[in-house]
C-alpha cells in the first residue's frame, strides 16, 4: 500500500508506532525513488500524496507497449491504475504484466484499484443528454468511481424529450454533486442547474451536425449558462470532470 503519511502520524498519536519508527518510515519515503524514469515517460510516484490519487495515464499517442510498462510499474509501486483513452489493444497489452487489469470498453478506460480509496460523501449523479454521449458519460463515471465514489448514472435524458429528465427530478435532488454530459446546442447543464441545489459540472462533447463545430457550440453555451452553480471543463473531458466531481464529492 503507498505511504501515507497522515496514517504514520496517526498511528504516531495513538501510541501505536514510536517517534523513532516514525522517523525511519519517513526517511525511507524520502529516499525513495519519486520520479521513476523509463526513457520514453516519467512516472510521479508522489501524485498520490499531493493529490489524493495516483498518476493516470492517458493512452492517446502511447503505443500499447509503452502504456503496458507505465502501468506495470505504478501497480508494483501499490497504486491504483486509470488509463484513459484506451483501445483493445492496449487492454491487451497491460492484462499481460497487470492480470487484475479491468477494460471498461464504453469509457475506453483501464482501471486496476489496488487498495480502498476514502469513500466520498454522497452520490455523484452523471446525466448524459444522448445516447452517443455515453462514451465520455462513461469516462467521467469510472473516473470517479476508482477515486471511490458512489456514481448514479442516468442516461438519455436531453432536453428534446425534457419528460424524461423531469421524471428523475428525486435522483437529481439526492446528488451531492451532477456531471452532465451534452453535445449539440449543450442546454443540459443549465436545465439541471435550474432543478438542484449542488454544483454542475458541464461536460461539452464533439457530437453533433456542422455547425455544432464539434463541440465549441456546447462549450460556448455551457459557459453561458443562465443558471447558477457550473462549472464547465473542456471538450470531451469526461476524466476530468469525474476529477472535480470527486474532489467536491470528498470535502467535508
Request: proline share 4%.
Amino acid at each position: 500500500m503507498p505511504f501515507n503519511l497522515k496514517q504514520l502520524l496517526d498511528q504516531i498519536a495513538a501510541g501505536n508506532l514510536s517517534a523513532a519508527q516514525g522517523a525511519e518510515q519517513i526517511a525511507a519515503e524520502m529516499l525513495a525513488q519519486p520520479v521513476e524514469d523509463l526513457g520514453f515517460a516519467r512516472i510521479d510516484h508522489q501524485r498520490a500524496q499531493r493529490q489524493g490519487f495516483p498518476e493516470v495515464i492517458l493512452g492517446l499517442g502511447k503505443s500499447p507497449d509503452q502504456i503496458a510498462a507505465i502501468a506495470q510499474r505504478i501497480v508494483a509501486r501499490g497504486h491504483t491504475l486509470l488509463v484513459t483513452r484506451a483501445d483493445p489493444t492496449a487492454y491487451a497489452a497491460v492484462q499481460a504484466v497487470v492480470p487484475a487489469a479491468v477494460y471498461h470498453d464504453i469509457a475506453r478506460a483501464i482501471t486496476c484499484r489496488m487498495h480502498e480509496v476514502t469513500a466520498g460523501r454522497g452520490t455523484i449523479v452523471v446525466a448524459a443528454a444522448g445516447t452517443s454521449d455515453l462514451p465520455v458519460a462513461e469516462e467521467a463515471a469510472v473516473t470517479a468511481e476508482v477515486m471511490g465514489n458512489t456514481v448514479d448514472r442516468l442516461f438519455d435524458v436531453g432536453v428534446a424529450g425534457l419528460h424524461r429528465l423531469l421524471r428523475e427530478h428525486d435522483r437529481l435532488r439526492s446528488a451531492r454533486v451532477i456531471v452532465v454530459v451534452a453535445g449539440m446546442e449543450g442546454a443540459l447543464p443549465s436545465v439541471v442547474a435550474g432543478l438542484v441545489s449542488v454544483p454542475v459540472v458541464a461536460v461539452p462533447t464533439s457530437i453533433g451536425y456542422g455547425a455544432s463545430f464539434h463541440g465549441l457550440a456546447a462549450l460556448l453555451g455551457m459557459l453561458n449558462s443562465c443558471a447558477n452553480g457550473v462549472s464547465v471543463v473542456n471538450i470531451d473531458n469526461g476524466f476530468g470532470a469525474g476529477c472535480i466531481s470527486s474532489l467536491i464529492n470528498h470535502l467535508d
